[in-house]
């Protein structure tokens, strides 16, 4: 029995030609580039930087930059695509160490940089010859970033930075940073600014690296700023306005996290009917039981039903709408979705499915941080209730 593909954008209005060869193009590089050798980033912790490097060779590093930096000038859809199709490749730790550098961190850049500042970063950002890293999260300051501690001083025509920060992807082996610290007085929560800081700024250093529940081939590290000076030129974007700045780019973030784990979910849900439909018990394909069908039935429904939510979502954030609530609703859809997906692909693999060497042991691991990064379930069900009443 051959194996559909369980991926809505085949019979979508939302995407072009331009998008459609975009996503033959990632899905080539993944099957060839990925699945073979991403086992042994497993093991190292972490994707190696030529991998990176032929990525941005490609151009999937700057699809919705500038031509003038070595982007391709796309829109919300094509990183869309590129999202869903590394959630594909069942390495999640792969699929977010490219999807941070590309459209978590890099973002700040691009929305607030200066001139100079555009000139000096972007191009390496896009080809991939530095690895950006963008560093809000503290130990105690997660989905509530205003109680972050991390602050920043003017000081002899520069900046002091002293605080932490914690589960920072590509924080090991990143080259420049995009760092959140406040600036304001006391009580002024919201008074937070962006600040660049790159690898080996004396006071600056990576802690430790983190060991995870998945994601095992993304570095993720704790940071501490301790007297870290920067100069003034470090700012980026304007004094104080770096809480509105977050909050802008997680609308983008929570798109791009939507859509890698319906990728993820899209590719168990094909990984568990290839299974079912070889599996022999009591004499006859695990596929044939109603209840397993059934249940992959409505599963991939459900994906599907989340998929048309984010193309169209995507399409309407290209032209400019409003579009909070909506994003707000693919993180808490999608982070759920994908876990439960997982849970029932794992199921019907039985011993298999609890087994290391098997794709959706390490799928199943790897969705269950969808639900708390970017935004936990619970808070952004918050964000639309909020939109509701």
Same mark, same amino acid.
């Given at each position: 029995m051959n194996t559909p593909h369980v991926n809505a954008s085949a019979h979508s209005p939302f995407f072009t030609e331009e998008h459609d060869m975009l996503r033959k193009s990632v899905r080539r590089f993944v099957q060839e580039r990925v699945e073979p050798f991403a086992p042994q980033w497993e093991e190292q912790g972490f994707v190696p930087r030529e991998?990176?490097?032929?990525?941005?060779?490609?151009?999937?590093?700057?699809?919705?930059?500038?031509?003038?930096?070595?982007?391709?000038?796309? =829109? +919300?859809?094509?990183? !869309?695509?590129?999202?869903?199709? *590394?959630?594909?490749?069942?390495?999640? $730790?792969?699929?977010?160490?490219?999807?941070?550098?590309?459209?978590?961190?890099?973002?700040h850049l691009h929305h607030a940089g200066s001139p100079e500042q555009l000139e000096r970063y972007m191009p390496d950002i896009i080809a991939g010859r530095k690895i950006a890293a963008v560093a809000m999260t503290e130990a105690d300051a997660?989905?509530?970033?205003?109680?972050?501690?991390?602050?920043?001083?003017?000081?002899?025509?520069?900046?002091?930075?002293?605080?932490?920060?914690?589960?920072?992807?590509?924080?090991?082996?990143?080259?420049?940073?995009?760092?959140?610290?406040?600036?304001?007085?006391?009580?002024?929560?919201?008074?937070?600014?962006?600040?660049?800081?790159e690898k080996g700024t004396p006071g600056f250093r990576v802690a430790r690296p983190l060991k995870k529940h998945g994601w095992l081939?993304? =570095? +993720?590290?704790?940071? !501490?700023?301790?007297?870290?000076? *920067?100069?003034?030129?470090?700012?980026? $974007?304007?004094?104080?306005?770096?809480?509105?700045?977050?909050?802008?780019n997680l609308q983008n973030e929570r798109i791009v996290l939507g859509a890698q784990a319906m990728g993820e979910a899209s590719r168990a849900i094909e990984l568990a009917i290839e299974w079912t439909t070889q599996r022999q018990a009591f004499g006859a394909p695990l596929w044939d039981k109603q209840a397993i069908r059934h249940r992959l039935a409505w599963r991939a429904s459900q994906v599907e039903a989340v998929q048309n939510l984010i193309y169209a979502t995507a399409w309407r954030d290209a032209r400019g709408q409003q579009v909070t609530k909506e994003v707000s609703m693919i993180k808490a859809l999608a982070g759920t979705l994908v876990n439960q997906v997982m849970y029932d692909c794992l199921q019907f693999h039985g011993g298999m499915g609890f087994i290391r060497e098997t794709a959706i042991e390490r799928m199943a691991r790897d969705a269950r941080v969808q639900s708390i990064g970017g935004g936990a379930t619970e808070v952004m069900l918050d964000e639309v209730a909020k939109r509701l009443a």
């Open positions: 991998v990176l490097k032929q990525m941005g060779e490609l151009g999937f590093l700057g699809i919705r930059y500038p031509v003038r930096y070595g982007g391709s000038e796309l =829109d +919300t859809l094509a990183t !869309v695509v590129l999202a869903e199709e *590394l959630g594909r490749s069942t390495f999640g $730790g792969f699929a977010v160490t490219v999807l941070v550098h590309t459209d978590m961190a890099s973002p997660g989905s509530d970033l205003q109680s972050m501690r991390t602050v920043a001083r003017r000081d002899a025509g520069g900046w002091v930075l002293n605080g932490s920060k914690m589960f920072i992807t590509n924080g090991v082996h990143g080259d420049v940073y995009f760092v959140a610290a406040k600036t304001g007085d006391a009580g002024r929560g919201r008074d937070i600014s962006m600040f660049i800081v081939s993304s =570095d +993720t590290a704790e940071l !501490v700023f301790q007297d870290c000076r *920067l100069p003034e030129d470090a700012l980026l $974007g304007q004094e104080h306005k770096g809480f509105y700045a977050l909050m802008k």
